[in-house]
């Protein structure tokens, strides 16, 4: 069974930092893109990063490009979302999501499995 467990947040202050993590279990992580996406209150789940199967190929959104690292270790069945140089703007639910054999994607809609979650509060 196909299962994703974000695991990292937690309250940090404007220009902390983060480190979430995402483990997969049940099934082969190099076989999946992974993208990590988020969703405050009362707005759209938005996606902010995303990575290859091989790890060769990231992509971000604006709003997190320069100060948020996707990486990978298939080995540890496990993907990683470095956040740096936090804003209030970032406090959302952050999820993980795998998209089986395709490519990297932004779009909520191209993924196949979610994880639960992890909340991140960014205030002083």
């Known amino acids: 069974q196909l299962q994703l467990v974000e695991s990292g947040g937690g309250l940090v202050q404007p220009g902390g930092s983060l480190r979430l993590s995402c483990a997969a279990s049940?099934?082969?992580?190099?076989?999946?893109?992974i993208g990590w996406f988020r969703q405050a209150p009362g707005k759209e789940r938005e996606g902010i990063s995303c990575?290859?199967?091989?790890?060769?190929?990231?992509n971000y959104a604006d709003s997190v490009k320069g100060r948020f690292t996707i990486s990978r270790d298939n080995a540890k069945s496990t993907v990683y979302l470095q956040m740096n140089s936090l804003k209030p703007e970032d406090t959302a639910d952050y999820f993980c999501?795998?998209?089986?054999?395709?490519?990297?994607?932004?779009?909520?809609?191209?993924?196949?499995?979610w994880g639960q979650g992890t909340q991140v509060t960014v205030s002083s």
């Open positions: 999501a795998a998209r089986w054999l395709w490519g990297c994607s932004l779009s909520s809609s191209a993924f196949d499995s």
């Open positions: 049940g099934f082969t992580l190099s076989d999946y893109a």
């Open positions: 990575i290859s199967r091989t790890g060769v190929t990231t």
